[in-house]
């Protein structure tokens, strides 16, 4: 073989060495990165102990699961983070969403609705039905069966 082709060839090998060994050292650095930063975000979120849940914030999402079930999908409304909402639900041409409301000093979930788009993107809903905390998950589901259907 010719010299000239033999050098060109090992610069070649070379160059590409280089470039795959940058490329191994970068996606590390960017991995390690983002691990560190992941985990500074879930040690600032979880503190020191992990939160403590109420009986009726356990319950919201199994109320949003069956609204999932029955074909519902989450969309993100106008005012949704401004006004500390859960997520609203659409189906068909309803919108649905669940919250925590205290009536007489106990928590209830309370599902809403209102089929203007305008109405939803704003928060403003009627309340369809009202769960005690207690109520068992199967009468939530008739219950929703019911409203949806």
């Known amino acids: ?20 060994i940058g490329r191994v050292a970068i996606n590390y650095y960017t991995g390690k990165v983002l691990l560190e930063k992941y985990m500074a975000d879930k040690k600032m979120r ?56 205290p009536i007489e000093g106990r928590d209830f979930i309370i599902l809403y609705a209102v089929e203007n788009p305008k109405y939803a993107d704003v928060g403003v809903m009627d309340s369809v039905a009202v769960f005690d905390v207690d109520t068992p998950d199967a009468d939530i589901e008739k219950e929703i069966t019911k409203i949806i259907m």
Not at 1 to 20: E, F, G, P, Q, S
Not at 77 to 94: E, M, V
């Open 46 to 101: 979880s503190g020191n102990r992990p939160a403590k849940l109420s009986p009726a914030e356990r319950k919201i999402p199994v109320v949003e699961a069956f609204l999932m079930k029955y074909g519902a999908s989450p969309i993100h409304t106008k005012n949704q983070a401004k006004l500390k909402h859960r997520s609203t639900f659409k189906l068909g041409d309803a919108y649905y969403r669940a919250a925590i409301e």
């Open 1 to 20: 073989m010719n010299k000239t082709v033999l050098i060109i060839l090992i610069i070649a090998v070379v160059v590409i060495l280089l470039i795959v």
